[in-house]
């Protein structure tokens, strides 16, 4: 089976701190990605990386930046975090191609103060 | 981009009874996944259906590629089945990312 876990399920910070939200996956994926979710606003996709050191922008990157230097291991790192970064952050991964299933982590609640 | 339309978004079901939720997405697509969102958070891979009919147990899902549309049928719900319901699509040339629904909340009363 798939597993993709992510580093915290719940985590509180202050406005103005530097966060790390690690996602580890054990399946050799290519292919990892980094969404939040928030009421009325569904998934949507922060960072997206295909590759060791390689990553694309989603449709929300400000803010944020993201770090892979182990195909198994992707970071999402808020550089000075603010409250409007309070949200649900998930994981997932899949290998490259199409025709592919994705794979989601459990999820890790943050809340900014 | 592509739009994809996830309906009903509430339902409310007592246990026991059938329900059919609906994707409409508007452009062709290579890959379309259906997810359960559980109250914790998680989302469960419940589908990985571009075309064709799948079955799982109590639930089943039928994608209509030509019609673009994919349907997701819970028979005989259960409490456990409450969450909420992700319908997500790959489409174009080399994307790789799915777009997602905004979902169907299902509640399941006992």
């Known amino acids: 089976d798939v597993k993709v876990t992510q580093s915290s399920r719940y985590l509180v910070k202050r406005t103005g701190e530097k966060v790390f939200l690690e996602c580890v996956q054990d399946?050799?994926?290519?292919?990892m990605f980094w969404y939040r979710q928030d009421p009325g606003l569904g998934l949507r996709l922060i960072y997206f990386s295909y590759d060791v050191k390689m990553k694309e922008k989603g449709d929300i990157p400000e803010g944020y930046s993201v770090s892979r230097e182990k195909k198994e291991r992707f970071s999402l790192i808020l550089e000075s975090a603010s409250t409007n970064q309070t949200s649900m952050y998930l994981c997932?991964?899949?290998?490259?191609?199409?025709?592919?299933?994705?794979?989601f982590g459990p999820g890790t609640r943050l809340t900014v103060t | 981009g592509i739009q994809v339309e996830q309906s009903p978004p509430d339902l409310i079901l007592q246990e026991g009874a059938n329900s059919t939720l609906r994707c409409n997405f508007s452009d062709s697509v290579n890959n379309l996944q259906w997810f359960h969102q559980n109250p914790w958070g998680q989302l469960i891979n419940l589908f990985y259906i571009p075309s064709g009919t799948k079955q799982n147990g109590r639930l089943s899902a039928t994608t209509v590629a030509t019609e673009r549309y994919s349907l997701l049928y819970i028979s005989s719900s259960q409490t456990t089945d409450s969450g909420v319901y992700f319908c997500a699509v790959e489409y174009g040339r080399g994307s790789e990312k799915l777009v997602f629904g905004k979902g169907t909340k299902l509640t399941v009363n006992p």
């Open positions: 997932a991964s899949r290998l490259a191609g199409s025709s592919y299933e994705q794979y």
């Open positions: 399946m050799d994926h290519e292919n």
